[in-house]
């Protein structure tokens, strides 16, 4: 009977003790959870502290994504004068006998048939034979003709001669006909009238006609302004303070005069010659 009571006892007393430590327990837990939370985090690896150091870098990538990107600004390349008046317009040189922007006569046009264009119905033809010696010494005529004619303006008086070249000439002495010379030459002085306040200058007419409309020159030598493309050679020049000359030549009519020349009296267009005249003697 005594044992009994004593296992009793016991036994009321580990119900006590363990009731005692569950409560210890639970008032631990509810006092200070956050020690809680750090002992799962150590028990999982500290995964929370990686996933919560992911995420801040993942808020920081994205805040970089979202900043502007700021562009450079485009700085163009610096524009030299060659540029610039490569882009301005130039009129272009006359291929011929121009008159008021207006081609009337082109470059090889036949003498009567300038004629028929020049307002002065009373201007005589003038022929003039030009002596010419070869690289072999042969010295040969080339036969030249000029028509000269005044035009007046309102602001200018004009004296204009047309030059022409005979190139057939060379080839035969049989072709001397008006219709064999050809256009080549425009030669214009030019004098200005008294225009009173503001009086026009020669200055005034190679800066605002010459330079303005036609460019800077290819060339010019201290006198003349030099122009030049490929049908013509312009140039201009100050005679004095109320007189300008422009000379305008035709380079294809050079150019053919140039190869009848080394046709006929070059060695082989001697021997060529030669040749054509054997076929009228029969041996």
């Known amino acids: 009977m005594r044992n009994n009571l004593l296992f009793i006892e016991v ?23 956050v020690a809680t939370l750090d002992a799962d985090d150590q028990l999982f690896g500290g995964s929370k502290d990686k996933e919560s150091e992911s995420n801040a870098k993942a808020e920081q990538l994205m805040v970089k994504d979202e900043t502007p990107v700021k562009k450079l600004p485009k700085v163009s390349p610096p524009i030299n004068r060659n540029k610039i008046e490569s882009v301005i ?51 040969l005529p080339i036969k030249r003709a000029t028509v000269e004619f005044n035009y007046v303006t309102r602001l200018t008086i004009e004296r204009i001669t047309l030059g022409f070249v005979n190139i057939d000439y060379v080839y035969s ?58 049908n013509s050679i312009f140039r201009v020049r100050k005679l004095d303070e109320r ?19 080394e046709d006929v009296y070059s060695q082989q267009g001697i021997e ?7 076929d009228g003697i029969d041996l």
């Open 272 to 278: 060529y010659k030669k040749r054509l005249m054997m």
């Open 243 to 261: 007189n300008v000359k422009v000379e305008v030549d035709g380079l294809q009519i050079a150019d053919k005069l140039n190869k009848a020349i």
């Open 173 to 230: 002495t049989t072709n001397n006909s008006d219709s064999h010379y050809i256009l080549e030459s425009v030669v214009k002085k030019i004098k200005l009238k008294d225009t009173g306040f503001p009086q026009l200058t020669a200055e005034d007419v190679i800066k605002h006609k010459v330079l303005m409309e036609y460019g800077t020159p290819k060339e010019y030598d201290g006198v003349w302004h030099n122009y030049g493309d490929e």
């Open 89 to 139: 317009p130039v009129k272009r040189l006359p291929d011929g006998w121009v008159f008021r922007d207006e081609l009337l006569a082109p470059w090889a046009t036949s003498l009567p048939a300038v004629l028929t264009i020049v307002p002065d119905t009373t201007v005589e033809v003038v022929y003039t034979d030009e002596s010419r010696t070869t690289k072999d010494g042969i010295v």
């Open 11 to 33: 036994r009321n007393v580990m119900k006590q003790s363990v009731k005692k430590i569950l409560a210890l327990l639970f008032f631990g837990l509810f006092i200070n959870p």
